[in-house]
């Protein structure tokens, strides 16, 4: 009868086998969570390049029409453009729409990884704003009639290798900020914080292919065709 009693009595958790279990939960869940980062990382990776190459797209569209790549500043008539205000049509927007209304919209490609690392940027409304930046050397610098600096956009004819030449790039953080600036110049961009895919940042060439750089692998020298599209390679002079 003892022996019954004995067997069939209840036995809980030991001290050790308690630490064990809760070690194994634990375990699991950061395994969990690290699996779930990489997953929502890896796919706000891939919607960024998806949002590079339709801007691309959409230069590569205009360009075709124009024969200039998008412009951005001041123009010879006098009024003032941005690259986004100049795709307007090409990004599914009305003629005519305004430019604060452009790089705000839903539609308007926006890295989401740029907008929860850096916050809204300086829009008081909280909403999307414009993530990308433009390379600064294809809205075509010359000179007006009244010999001021005008920006019209450059002349695709006189890119010498497309394939080498950013277009597009992942946000350009500049000053206290965050501030996203339009335009992607060494100076401003070449900084840690605008590398934000796992330390690696994505640029879409003029040719339409995306590629992702780590800070180190961007070239500092202006003359690199990575920026200059007049540039063959960094040891030979500009084409004019």
Same mark, same amino acid.
């Given at each position: ?8 009595? +209840? ?24 699996? /779930? ?23 590569? /569209? ?11 500043? *001041?123009?010879?008539?006098? *009024?003032? *453009? ?29 890295? #989401? #990884? ?12 909280? +909403?999307?704003?414009?993530?990308? /930046? ?10 007006? &009639? ?9 002349? &695709?004819? +006189? ?12 946000? *350009? ?7 996203? !600036? ?5 100076? !401003? ?10 330390? #690696? ?10 590629? /992702? ?17 007049? !540039? ?5 002079? #500009?084409?004019?």
């Amino acid at each position: 009868m003892r022996f019954n009693r004995l067997a069939t009595e +209840r036995r809980g958790f030991t001290l050790v086998e308690l630490l064990v279990t809760i070690t194994i939960v634990i375990v699991l869940a950061a395994l969990v969570f690290i699996i /779930s980062r990489r997953a929502i990382n890896t796919a706000h990776n891939a919607e960024c390049v998806a949002n590079l190459r339709n801007l691309a797209t959409a230069g590569m /569209s205009y360009e075709a029409e124009h024969g200039v790549y998008p412009n951005h500043g *001041s123009q010879r008539d006098g *009024s003032r *453009s941005f690259w986004f205000k100049t795709l307007e049509v090409e990004l599914g927007f009305e003629p005519g729409t305004n430019a604060a209304v452009i790089e705000r919209a839903d539609i308007m490609p926006t890295c #989401k #990884k740029c907008l929860r690392t850096h916050g809204p940027g300086t829009n008081p409304d909280n +909403r999307h704003i414009r993530t990308y /930046s433009m390379n600064h050397d294809l809205i075509g610098p010359t000179k007006n &009639s009244d010999d001021e600096w005008v920006f019209p956009g450059l002349r &695709s004819t +006189r890119v010498v290798n497309p394939s080498a030449t950013a277009f597009f790039m992942d946000g *350009s953080v500049a000053g206290t900020g965050p501030y996203w !600036q339009y335009l992607a110049r060494i100076g !401003q961009w070449v900084k840690p914080e605008n590398f934000i895919h796992d330390g #690696k940042a994505n640029v879409v060439f003029l040719d339409g292919h995306v590629e /992702s750089f780590r800070l180190e692998e961007i070239p500092t020298n202006p003359e690199h065709p990575f920026w200059n599209p007049l !540039q063959r390679d960094p040891d030979t002079p #500009k084409h004019r």
